[in-house]
């Protein structure tokens, strides 16, 4: 018998939509060794390293009647070739094209009849680089029971260490007869299977509610809905299609504005991302009259005494902090937000950026994962865009012998949500994944050119500054400077 989803991972499978699909994804860029590598390098990579992660070989089997909660079962059928694919940019291979290609991939969702993941090799790239993009759906990678297969991939050392392929074999399909006897002993003898199944039926109820809700338009929740939410270009009805940006900095550079400034690198990465909105929205024409905050979701890293040291699944907490957009100074942007984590820190259970980069593998990839589900949870209307950042470690990863240059989180979207912000730090550079909506942020790109001002701005303050462009010229030439607004890619 199968571990039975949660009910919490089978919310996120039951409020996916064709808008919202709900995978996570990072794009990584690898520099090959003297050797090269191939597909068939990869493959045989992922298939040593499989059987640490057996969900990657399962998938969901759901219980005729609604018995008890679904379960992950070994999927007879597994094709390691179905899940890792192959992909290549037309020449020349630069940042925009992969940025492009990435965009596509995420907009799919991922196929339900089979085990929720895939990862793609990109050749092509420039420089004779390549890339690998991979998705996990949020069901599979918890923290607790799995971690994202991207952790496992990644040596310390460029020499391969192949560990040997298990000799899986799938366990024997059980007949409907016997799935249902499965759920009704599991309702009656198993604790977690009644609490989850029971929370399942509840939350199958409240989106129920929330549909004949929304049908019925009854114009009282219209008028509340009005008052109490002031629109934003960040907000509204998503479209099923993507746009992906990316930037990166030097670490030591936001290491900088820390020492001149205090507060913590997480302090500077948002303060980064306030001063980039604030720019993105004045080249719209927007009034920040109105709009002095923009409302983000950051998932935090957290101690919790119950759980085991390797369980990355209950160490992520929600905080909420009010991004100060409509403050005109970076450095009072800066004390805004260091001042908003002031209540976290005084709690104790603040996890040092030392110990998560010091998780075995290549962790920031399940932290990513890990925070996006608990950013997911949280009430919609409660915040604007969520903002996850992750230390990663600062020295080289490698697979198979090509070693790592940059990797980017692809955060993903939730219904109302038109912009989502991933950042890692890795081997002394600092990578920003962004994903927006394709229609209601065309863009996004600007976007991406502003946080690379915003964090050139903070640096003018802590080196005693340099003289810049007046504020109205460098908005003219973020509006000239189209698709090649998207920062400084490692790619």
Same mark, same amino acid.
């Given at each position: 018998m199968g571990d039975r989803l949660t009910s919490?991972?089978?919310?996120?499978?039951?409020?996916?939509?064709?808008?919202?699909?709900?995978?996570?994804?990072?794009?990584e860029i690898f520099e090959p060794a003297a050797g090269?590598?191939?597909?068939?390098?990869?493959?045989?990579?992922?298939?040593?390293?499989?059987?640490?992660?057996?969900?990657?070989?399962?998938?969901?089997?759901?219980?005729?009647?609604?018995?008890?909660?679904?379960e992950w079962v070994d999927?007879?059928?597994?094709?390691?070739?179905? =899940?890792?694919?192959?992909?290549?940019?037309?020449?020349?291979?630069?940042?925009?094209?992969?940025?492009?290609?990435?965009?596509r991939i995420i907009s799919r969702p991922l196929d339900r009849e089979r085990p929720l993941w895939e990862i793609y090799?990109?050749?092509?790239?420039?420089?004779?680089?390549?890339?690998?993009?991979?998705?996990? =759906?949020?069901?599979?990678?918890?923290?607790? =029971?799995?971690?994202?297969l991207g952790?496992?991939?990644?040596?310390?050392?460029?020499?391969?260490?192949l560990l040997g392929e298990d000799d899986w074999r799938a366990e024997r399909r059980r007949s409907t007869a016997g799935v249902i006897l499965g759920a009704l002993r599991d309702t009656v003898i198993d604790v977690d299977t009644i609490v989850h199944t029971a929370r399942s039926r509840a939350d199958a109820l409240a989106r129920r509610a929330r549909r004949l809700t929304r049908r019925a338009g009854r114009a009282s929740t219209v008028v509340t809905r009005r008052s109490q939410e002031r629109p934003t270009p960040i907000n509204g009805r998503l479209s099923q299609q993507r746009r992906f940006v990316t930037m990166s900095a030097d670490l030591a550079q936001l290491r900088t504005i820390r020492a001149a400034h205090g507060g913590t690198i997480n302090d500077v990465v948002l303060a980064?991302?306030?001063?980039?909105?604030?720019?993105?929205?004045?080249?719209?024409?927007?009034?920040?009259?109105?709009?002095?905050?923009?409302?983000?979701?950051?998932?935090?890293?957290?101690?919790?005494?119950?759980?085991?040291?390797?369980?990355?699944?209950?160490?992520?907490?929600?905080?909420?902090?009010?991004?100060?957009?409509?403050?005109?100074?970076?450095?009072?942007?800066?004390?805004?937000?260091?001042?908003?984590?002031?209540?976290?820190?005084?709690?104790?259970?603040?996890?040092?950026?030392s110990r998560l980069a010091g998780i075995a593998g290549f962790a920031p990839t399940t932290f990513h994962a890990v925070g996006a589900r608990v950013a997911a949870a949280q009430p919609?209307?409660?915040?604007?865009?969520?903002?996850?950042?992750?230390?990663?470690p600062q020295a080289p990863r490698y697979a198979a012998g090509a070693r790592m240059v940059a990797s980017y989180p692809v955060p993903p979207l939730v219904p109302g949500h038109a912009l989502a912000i991933g950042v890692t730090?890795?081997?002394?550079?600092?990578?920003?994944?962004?994903?927006?909506?394709?229609?209601?942020?065309?863009?996004?790109?600007?976007?991406?050119?502003?946080?690379?001002?915003?964090?050139?701005?903070?640096?003018?303050?802590?080196?005693?500054?340099?003289?810049?462009?007046?504020?109205?010229?460098?908005?003219?030439?973020?509006?000239?400077?189209?698709?090649?607004?998207?920062g400084k890619a490692e790619s």
């Open positions: 919490r991972d089978l919310l996120f499978l039951a409020e996916e939509r064709p808008t919202a699909p709900r995978h996570n994804a990072t794009v090269g590598f191939d597909y068939d390098e990869l493959l045989a990579l992922i298939a040593d390293r499989i059987g640490f992660v057996p969900r990657y070989r399962q998938k969901v089997q759901q219980v005729p009647g609604r018995l008890a909660n679904p999927d007879p059928n597994f094709d390691l070739e179905y =899940h890792v694919r192959r992909s290549a940019l037309p020449r020349p291979g630069t940042p925009d094209q992969l940025r492009d290609l990435v965009a090799l990109v050749e092509g790239l420039e420089g004779g680089r390549f890339a690998m993009l991979s998705k996990a =759906h949020q069901a599979l990678v918890d923290g607790a =029971h799995t971690v994202d952790q496992l991939i990644l040596d310390v050392n460029p020499e391969v260490k980064i991302v306030a001063g980039g909105l604030r720019s993105w929205l004045m080249t719209r024409a927007e009034s920040l009259a109105g709009l002095r905050q923009l409302r983000a979701v950051v998932p935090v890293s957290v101690i919790d005494e119950n759980e085991e040291a390797t369980s990355l699944g209950s160490q992520i907490a929600v905080h909420v902090v009010d991004l100060p957009v409509g403050e005109a100074s970076p450095v009072v942007r800066l004390h805004q937000v260091s001042y908003s984590f002031e209540s976290h820190k005084a709690t104790g259970r603040g996890v040092a950026a919609g209307r409660s915040y604007h865009l969520a903002v996850t950042n992750v230390p990663g730090s890795y081997d002394g550079r600092v990578f920003f994944g962004i994903t927006a909506d394709r229609d209601l942020i065309p863009d996004a790109e600007i976007l991406g050119q502003c946080l690379v001002e915003a964090l050139e701005e903070l640096l003018d303050t802590a080196s005693g500054g340099r003289q810049r462009a007046p504020r109205g010229r460098r908005r003219a030439q973020r509006r000239a400077a189209g698709e090649k607004a998207g």
